[in-house]
């Protein structure tokens, strides 16, 4: 919804239906923008993470050129899903011929989540970045800054630190300490030249170390792709091929994957897409397991 093209108000709810039938539902987004001008917006609210280039622009099935996110991308991985805050995000021309465009935000800490089985003091199982409601007083400050030194290829840098709050992995409800500090490292580029378009992307979360107390150990999960896809011209198909590798603590969790997909393009915003994962991964372990993916998209 919008007024006066000053404000708009989005909002989106996931429903699924969980193992035992029921039906789950969860905000996936709601904030509030204020258009200042052509170059600034300022919003609040819960808010796709402003970091790196796919959670935030390219995730949404209408515009992802494959059925999945890249391995690392998902949530409780690798990549920042979503905050609570306040952010500012625009763009514009930068030294005369080159553009820019840039998302900075403050938000609440995301929790890590303690396995507290393992060793004397636990290690940190993962980070879970969905945006909490303020509980423990930790937060995040960070954003994105985007270049295109050239009309078509944008090169941008992601950066964020500030505190998190550890939680046990048994509950997820259980907090073992109020604030650890944490930080985000990520760049990306991207192409279009022709009928080709090029994406690729990196991304480095990390739960800094702590000599005395919960998990002390340093723990951080990276992830990066590449995607080549080709629109063939005068067709409706789009040949996609995807690398990406994922790394965590875990050896067992560690992951690399290739992906080959084509796309149908009944218009420019209905697609049929099929796609073959190709992962490797521990043996015997869902990690290791190829997978062929199919999906219709509608965008509106």
Not at 70 to 81: H, K, L, R, V, W
Not at 240 to 263: A, D, E, H, M, Y
Request: net charge positive; hydrophobic share 45%.
């Amino acid at each position: 919804a919008n007024y006066k093209d000053l404000f708009l108000l989005r909002a989106a709810v996931d429903f699924a239906i969980n193992d035992n039938g029921d039906t789950a539902t969860s905000l996936n987004f709601a904030n509030i923008n204020w258009f200042i001008n052509d170059c600034a917006i300022l919003g609040a609210g819960k808010f796709d993470s402003a970091l790196g280039q796919f959670v935030q622009n390219l995730s949404p099935d209408w515009i992802n050129k494959l059925p999945s996110a890249p391995i690392g991308f998902n949530s409780d991985e690798a990549a920042p899903q979503s905050d609570i805050g306040a952010y500012l995000r625009g763009g514009g021309p930068l030294f005369c011929d080159m553009n820019a465009n840039y998302a900075l935000y403050f938000a609440n800490g995301p929790r890590a989540l303690v396995d507290t089985t393992i060793g004397d003091m636990g290690i940190i199982d993962h980070i879970a970045t969905d945006g909490y409601t303020a509980r423990t007083g930790n937060y995040v400050t960070g954003g994105r800054i985007g270049l295109l030194p050239i009309p078509k290829l944008e090169v941008g840098v992601s950066l964020a630190s500030g505190k998190l709050a550890l939680y046990d992995l048994a509950d997820n409800s259980t907090l073992l300490q109020k604030s650890r500090g944490y930080n985000v490292l990520g760049a990306d580029i991207a192409y279009q030249w022709l009928d080709f378009n090029f994406k690729g992307e990196m991304i480095r979360q990390k739960a800094r170390a702590q000599k005395f107390g919960i998990a002390p150990l340093a723990s951080k999960w990276r992830a990066w792709y590449l995607q080549l896809a080709y629109r063939i011209p005068t067709s409706k198909f789009e040949p996609v091929v995807r690398r990406g590798i994922f790394k965590t603590p875990f050896t067992s969790i560690n992951q690399k994957q290739w992906v080959v997909g084509l796309n149908y393009w009944f218009a420019p915003s209905i697609v049929a897409k099929i796609a073959y994962e190709l992962n490797h991964g521990q043996k015997g372990l869902d990690s290791n397991a190829n997978v062929l993916q199919l999906k219709l998209v509608f965008g509106f």
